[in-house]
């Protein structure tokens, strides 16, 4: 099966994805997770490639985990490397969820493993 991968700009208060060509603006949290995990329902084969953004992606990507969408989690910095050497200077959430759609495609960077559970011990 071929991957298709799926841009994701994760901000506060909405979720900017580009997926397949097209631009889907969502609000964060829950009832974005939803639509999300509806539209990726849609590509068989996406994996979903974002940013560590400090916190606001750990609930997402649990979600994706949970559905068993394969994410790949970024560092910023080597996302910025990326788009400045393919002369990327601008930057507004879809820019930056095209972007991160093509670091996937370029990079196929591997799935990010899902969180052990914290053992109470």
Known sequence: MTTIYAGLDIAKSNLQLHLAGRFYDLPNPATGYRRLLKLLATQPGAQVICEATGGYERDLVAALHAAQIPVSILNPAWVRHFARANGQRAKTDPIDAALL????????????????PKSNT
């Open 101 to 116: 759609t093509a670091y996937g495609q370029a990079l196929r960077p591997k799935p990010t493993a899902p969180r052990s």
